[in-house]
Structure formats: structure tokens, C-alpha cells
């Protein structure tokens, strides 16, 4: 994916629906690349479309609440709930299902009722446009992608930030951490490795994510530096809308309203326990 010098021209707000399936279509996606990806694991990760509705599940990560989702379900599929469920049950995995606002109808709401699906949290995803980078970099701090060469400092840093990480899967799974469609990016602050994030590119849209800081470094504005870097990034890369999720109130939402995202809406996760062993 080569970088475009000229801005792409910015689209009009799309409604709510359009951006909740765009959305959903990438959160598909990039859920299983992460899956693919993992320092920890073998990818055990299996799809299965119902309807319009892909659901997830990992067989290594059965109780995970990210890995074992139903994204996309809307009262159009609620002729496949009990399908789905059975689904689920055989993989002997939980079943969460992630639904936005206009997806929470009172008939998809009453048959989770019925079927014993039980609230289970919320998650607050950002929108934002990007845009060439507003901040300029202080002397003493510096951006960098990782390459290849510098891999080994991004993993240093997720182990700082005690990232669960094993030594095979490094080399395994290296090739994922510099692909042109998935980039890390290190502030360094005096040469040091003091934080990163990535950015995940699907068609005209991108994720953030993956930001962290080492403790020493924090209150630095490195994570303000990397926001603003890869809306910049994205900009380059012909992207109309920038994604990102996290949790309301904390340090990550703030450094995002600071780079100009706002809230776009807010997930409501449904979940069915997993099924507990026979024998």
C-alpha cells in the first residue's frame, strides 16, 4: 500500500447505519488478524456468517469476550438465534453478542430475555477524520515505524507493560508486525523506547490501537504524538474514517478527544455463559 501525498476528498457524514455496518465489517476483520497475530498462542479462531451476522469463536480462548463475539446481529437474524447459540455451545465457547444502538430493538432485546443472555458491559467506539499532523515534536521525542530491524524494541516494551509474550511466537508471528496494512509505531523520548501504538487499515478505514506507555515515560505526551501521527498516517494512506475504542473517562479517551475523535456511539455486549463440560 503505497502512501498518497494528496488528501483524499473528505466524504459527507454517512447516517448511523452505514457507519455501524462499515464498522462491524472491519471489527470482523480485524478481530482475526489479532487472533493471527497472537505472541502467546496458535490461531484456533473460526468464522461462521448468519445472515449478516459473523460470529467468532476461539476454541484456545474459550471464555474470552473478544475472541467468541456475534458482530453484525440485528432483529433481521433473530430467526438464527437458536442456531447461533447451538453453534456456540458446540464449540463449547461463551457467546457474546456485541450490539450499537440501532441494533438494541425491543424484539432483539425480549428474545435475549428468553434465552437467558445477560448484560455483560459496554464499549465506547471514536470516530475521527484524518488529517496531516497538527503537533510538532518536541527535540527530545521522536516517532519511528517499526521495521524488522527494530521489532524487538516494540516487544521489549509490551513485556514492560507486562503483555503476555512468548519467545517462539516472536519469531513465528513476526512478519504480522510490519505489514503495510497493520503498523506499529515507538516514540522514543532522549532515544529511549517510551510508547507505542498501531493503526490497522481496512479499504478506506482505519483502527487505532495498541496504545501503551512505559511508566517511566508517562505525562511525556507521547501518546498525544502517536494519535496525531497516524491520523497523519491515515491521511497518507487515502483513509476517510479513523476507529478506535476504549474506555469512557480514562487517559486513552482523553488523548483522543485532544486529537479532534468523537464518540460515534456505544456497544451493548449480551452474554451467554459457556456451556460447562460433560464427564
Known amino acids: 500500500m503505497q502512501d498518497q501525498t494528496e488528501q483524499p476528498a473528505i466524504?459527507?457524514?454517512?447516517n448511523m447505519d452505514e457507519l455501524i455496518i462499515r464498522i462491524n465489517e472491519m471489527d470482523a476483520v480485524f478481530t482475526r488478524f489479532n487472533n493471527q497475530r497472537s505472541l502467546v498462542m496458535d490461531c484456533r479462531i473460526k468464522a461462521k456468517q448468519f445472515g449478516d451476522a459473523t460470529a467468532l469463536t476461539d476454541s484456545n480462548r474459550p471464555n474470552s469476550t473478544y475472541y467468541n463475539r456475534v458482530i453484525g446481529f440485528t432483529d433481521k437474524a433473530l430467526h438464527l438465534l437458536d442456531n447461533i447459540l447451538k453453534w456456540y455451545n458446540e464449540n463449547q465457547s461463551a457467546c457474546i453478542f456485541s450490539l450499537a444502538p440501532t441494533q438494541q430493538t425491543?424484539?432483539?432485546?425480549?428474545?435475549f430475555k428468553i434465552k437467558?443472555?445477560?448484560?455483560?458491559?459496554?464499549d465506547c467506539i471514536f470516530h475521527a477524520i484524518p488529517r496531516e499532523s497538527s503537533l510538532t515534536l518536541p527535540e527530545h521525542i521522536s516517532i519511528e515505524q517499526v521495521t524488522q530491524d527494530t521489532?524487538?524494541?516494540l516487544f521489549r516494551l509490551m513485556e514492560t507493560n507486562n503483555w503476555p509474550i512468548k519467545e517462539a511466537f516472536c519469531h513465528q508471528n513476526r512478519d504480522f508486525y510490519t505489514r503495510p496494512d497493520f503498523r506499529f509505531y515507538l516514540?522514543?523520548?532522549?532515544?529511549q523506547v517510551?510508547?507505542?501504538g498501531s493503526i490497522f487499515i481496512y479499504k478506506d478505514m482505519a483502527w487505532l490501537s495498541n496504545?501503551?506507555?512505559a511508566d517511566e515515560f508517562r505525562r511525556n505526551g507521547c501518546q498525544q504524538l502517536l494519535i496525531d501521527h497516524r491520523l497523519d498516517v491515515a491521511l497518507r494512506n487515502g483513509v476517510y474514517h479513523v476507529i478506535t475504542d476504549t474506555e469512557f473517562g480514562v487517559t486513552s479517551h482523553r488523548n483522543m478527544l485532544k486529537n479532534g475523535f468523537q464518540l460515534a456511539y456505544m456497544t451493548a455486549e449480551f452474554i451467554k455463559q459457556r456451556p460447562e463440560r460433560k464427564g
Open 151 to 153: 521489532l524487538n524494541d
Open 194 to 196: 517510551a510508547a507505542m
Open 211 to 213: 496504545d501503551a506507555t
Open 106 to 111: 425491543e424484539k432483539v432485546l425480549d428474545a
Open 187 to 191: 516514540a522514543r523520548v532522549n532515544g
Open 116 to 122: 437467558e443472555l445477560c448484560y455483560n458491559g459496554h
Open 11 to 14: 466524504r459527507p457524514d454517512i
